[in-house]
Nanobody, 126 residues
């Protein structure tokens, strides 16, 4: 089982930027697909961005974040990042990172993701 820990959440104003980090412990994530998800109060959890294992040549972005968010990975530091720019109030949520089974180099199906972090809170004020 992979232990994932998110950090970087904070409160910002509309238009601001944040960089979230997802750090793994106990195992290298260089060969793991990693996804970022979010859940706002009273809403279902939704996909945000996903990056393939290895060099991260394949990515997925949900429509609401395309052009504003960028997912990247630093395998040396065992960390995946989510750079969030031009933040909007509707981006307010708890953000989670997760990974599927090791043999899945890339998947965008939320049900494939098995190991999850505890989440980090992002609040965007008008």
């Amino acid at each position: 089982q992979v232990q994932l820990m998110e950090s970087g959440g904070s409160s910002v104003q509309t238009g601001g930027s944040l960089r979230l980090s997802c750090r793994a412990s106990g195992v290298s994530i260089s060969n793991r697909c990693i996804g970022w998800f979010r859940q706002a109060p009273g809403k279902e959890r939704e996909r945000v961005a996903i990056i393939s294992a290895g060099g991260g040549r394949t990515t997925y972005y949900a429509d609401p974040v395309k052009g504003r968010f960028t997912i990247s990975r630093d395998n040396v530091n065992n960390t995946v990042y989510l750079q969030m720019n031009s933040l909007k109030p509707e981006d307010t949520a708890t953000y989670y990172c997760a990974t599927p089974l090791p043999d899945q180099i890339f998947t965008s199906l939320p049900t494939d993701f098995r190991d999850w972090g505890q989440g980090t809170q992002v609040s965007v004020s008008p």
